[in-house]
């Protein structure tokens, strides 16, 4: 198992930062991609960020220009970095990690933490 622990969420004002940190543990796992997902209440899912092996990103349309993922592959650590916030940027974000232990390969989620955006 991978265990994922967020940190960083909060209540912020419109126009504003937050960085977001997630931190990957466990024994004897390979890390394929980190990323950040969200999800507001009544709405599905939605992917932010990933960052893959050989630092190669994806981010969702809405968030291009104004978030940064990153990852410190030694400490198997992701972060994201938002800027301009905007209200609908307010979601619980949860870190995602797709890692491979004994062969097998699997996604892992952290418990999510709140962002809240007020205008």
């Known amino acids: 198992q991978v265990q994922l622990v967020e940190s960083g969420g909060g209540l912020v004002q419109a126009g504003g930062s937050l960085r977001l940190s997630c931190a990957a543990s466990?024994?004897?796992?390979?890390?394929?991609?980190m990323g950040w997902y969200r999800q507001d209440p009544g709405k599905q899912l939605e992917l932010v960020a990933v960052i893959r092996n050989g630092g190669i990103t994806n981010y969702a349309d809405s968030v291009k220009g104004r978030f940064i993922i990153s990852r410190d592959n030694a400490e198997n650590k992701v972060y994201l970095q938002m800027n301009s916030l905007k209200p609908e940027d307010t979601a619980v974000y949860y870190c995602?990690?797709?890692?491979?232990?004994?062969?097998?390969?699997?996604?892992?989620w952290g418990r999510g933490t709140q962002v809240t955006v007020s205008s």
């Open positions: 466990g024994i004897r796992f390979s890390i394929n991609a």
């Open positions: 995602n990690c797709n890692a491979v232990i004994r062969g097998l390969t699997g996604d892992y």
